[in-house]
């Protein structure tokens, strides 16, 4: 079990609000996760007896040096890559007993995810992107929720808009938007603003956030950028697939600072 270290200090974590639906417990954790790729010498450890959970309503960023075991971490807490050994929980629910199609369905109704390359249909409008993962399910979208998510993102005039005819900060919005329709437990976001300009890339964070504290949503955000992981609640610090810190309230300083002491 990877405790944080003894002398890393830690603060309270913020309010999340009167909003925090999911507020108690962790929206997602893992149980002493291995995780492996190769074989022989060229055996690669990416998850190294890992235990940590993502606290119910609160924002949480990974970060770590390249190969450090971010990424894996995020895709096996979300139900996208298997362990070889360990446990994985997303809402209580265990996903390595589950066959695919439950795995499916846990994902489809229980998570959201925003992925760098925005991945929206170009011949689909706005509107249309956002409750395509509702749509395929046959279920029907909470209007009221919609209306509530659209306004928030600011995408209530570009509902109409194809994906061309938006910037890439509009485009991120819809994939967040979407993300947040079906209001899952947990929104997975890998490096969410990796291909935003600064200004597009705060009003996704500023978004993000207010998902967690006006919502009562829980975000747990993979990125190399500090500003961005100034926007959530707490850090988690990864190197050699293992948890090796973890910051509460973090700083864009603070957090440059302990990438560099980790050599990224």
Known sequence: ???????????????????????????????????????????????????????????????????????????????????????????????????????????????????????????????????????????????????????ATGLADRLGHRPAELSGGQQQRVAVARALAGRPRIVFADEPTGNLDSRSGAEVLEFLRRAVREFGRSVAMVTHDPNAAAYADQVLFLADGRIVDRMIAPSAQGVLDRMKELGS
């Open 1 to 151: 079990m990877n405790d944080v270290p003894s002398n890393t200090l830690i603060h309270p974590a913020p309010d999340s609000g009167p909003a925090a639906e999911s507020e108690g417990g962790d929206a997602a954790r893992c149980e002493a996760a291995v995780k492996t790729y190769g074989a022989g010498g060229t055996q690669v450890r990416a998850l190294d007896e890992v235990t940590v959970g993502l606290p119910a309503g609160r924002f949480t960023a990974i970060m770590g040096p390249s190969g450090s075991g971010k990424s894996t971490l995020m895709h096996c807490l979300a139900g996208l890559d298997r362990l070889d050994s360990g446990r994985v929980f997303v809402d209580e629910v265990e996903l390595g007993p589950l066959g695919d199609k439950q795995l499916t369905t846990l994902r489809r109704d229980r998570i959201g995810f925003v992925f760098q390359s925005f991945n929206l249909l170009a011949t689909l409008t706005a509107a249309e992107n956002i409750t395509l993962p509702l749509d395929l399910a046959g279920r029907r979208p909470d209007r009221d929720w919609l209306e509530t998510v659209v306004e």
